[in-house]
């Protein structure tokens, strides 16, 4: 089975900026869409950024010009690049991998495959 382990999130202030790194292995499918997922006390879910299978990338738009979801050439480690953060950008940032037939992404409570998430703090 997949596992996605992620790492890089930290405490930073208003204006700063983290990389989350996500490292998968146990890969058993061709195409996977890949997105980071947040979840702050109190809100639902939310994908932040995707990349599908076709290489496109989706971004919410609370984080457009700010963050950029790239991959590894070997499309086993998953980056957030995330810039000029926010205090509304605290949460739990996770890592989610979906085998997909065509190009495209789930909602955020339906990727396949998650890992047990990275906690970034913003603080004003």
């Known amino acids: 089975q997949e596992q996605l382990v992620e790492s890089g999130g930290n405490s930073v202030q208003a204006g700063g900026s983290l990389r989350l790194s996500c490292v998968a292995s146990r890969l058993t499918y061709n195409n996977y869409c890949w997105g980071w997922i947040r979840q702050a006390p109190g809100s639902k879910q939310e994908v932040v950024a995707s990349?599908?299978?076709?290489?496109?990338?989706t971004y919410a738009d609370s984080v457009k010009g700010r963050f950029t979801i790239s991959q590894d050439s070997t499309k086993t480690t998953l980056y957030l690049e995330m810039n000029s953060l926010r205090p509304e950008d605290s949460a739990m940032y996770y890592c989610?991998?979906?085998?997909?037939?065509?190009?495209?992404?789930?909602?955020?409570?339906?990727?396949?495959?998650r890992g047990q998430g990275t906690r970034v703090t913003v603080s004003s």
């Open positions: 990349l599908d299978s076709d290489g496109d990338t």
């Open positions: 989610g991998a979906d085998p997909r037939l065509w190009a495209g992404c789930p909602p955020p409570t339906q990727y396949t495959y």
